[in-house]
């Protein structure tokens, strides 16, 4: 969890613009939200986007913030009187982390683009908390806040969700198939092949058994093929 810091954005009092499913995690994407010290910190900073990530516990934490945040005018005028030099206008991106750190990695007017920060700030986030799934937008539903969002929420199954379930059934009924309609072969007395074919287990015509090496490597197809489409989906 994020220790607290009145520099830090107040989510509880801004409505997403944007909610992306990210892993096991939920990443909200707020739009010029007041530092929660607002008074005490006003001309200070002045956050142009923020990309909050929470677990989806009953009790979510907050994990990881990426900012777009801009030197506020109070704090480029005392940056000037102290240095003498002036503050950049362009946005920092910045990240508040679980140790309590607030670090800057650096200005440019890309941090001022919704979409380039967006992109680049869950990038971040993936790796800061090395989640493997990409970013799956979802709705955001209207009226409701960043502190009301809820473990159920994560839970409406995706497009890739649905097709994955539907891939593991679809290979578990062609087994369960290729199981109860097996390749049989029968041989003559000299040992050849005379007869090879599928039939229901329980009504084999006579003479032949189950071709089980036929059967074993069918089950091994069907298993790397949808090992592979598995995987296909994931990555989409």
């Not at 409701?144 to 994560?154: P, R």
């Not at 994955?164 to 041989?187: D, E, H, K, N, Q």
Request: charged share 20%.
């Amino acid at each position: 969890m994020i220790p607290f810091s009145p520099s830090m954005p107040d989510i509880t009092k801004s409505d997403p613009i944007r909610v992306f499913r990210l892993g096991s995690h939920l990443a909200l994407l707020l739009e010029k939200p007041k530092p929660i010290a607002e008074g005490a910190a006003a001309g200070m900073i002045d956050f142009v986007y923020v990309l909050v990530v929470m677990t989806t516990t009953k009790q979510p934490d907050l994990v990881c913030i990426v900012t777009s945040e801009k030197s506020g005018k109070e704090l480029r005028k005392m940056a000037k009187e102290t240095t003498g030099l002036d503050q950049s206008l362009h946005p920092f991106l910045c990240i508040f982390d679980q140790t309590g750190g607030h670090h800057n990695l650096g200005d440019s007017s890309d941090w001022e683009d919704q979409d380039k920060f967006t992109t680049r700030a869950l990038e971040i986030a993936r790796e800061r908390l090395g989640i493997q799934a990409l970013p799956v937008e979802m709705e955001v539903i209207e009226g409701k806040n960043s502190s009301s969002y809820f473990k159920a929420d994560m839970n409406k199954p995706t497009t890739q969700d649905r097709l994955r379930s539907l891939l593991i059934f679809s290979v578990a009924v062609t087994v369960a198939a290729m199981m109860f309609f097996p390749p049989y072969i029968g041989y003559d007395r000299f040992g050849r092949v005379w007869k090879v074919g599928y039939a229901f287990i329980f009504d084999l015509p006579s003479n032949v058994s189950v071709n089980v090496t036929q059967l074993i490597v069918q089950w091994i197809g069907v298993l790397i093929i949808g090992g592979i489409l598995s995987l296909l989906l994931k990555r989409e």
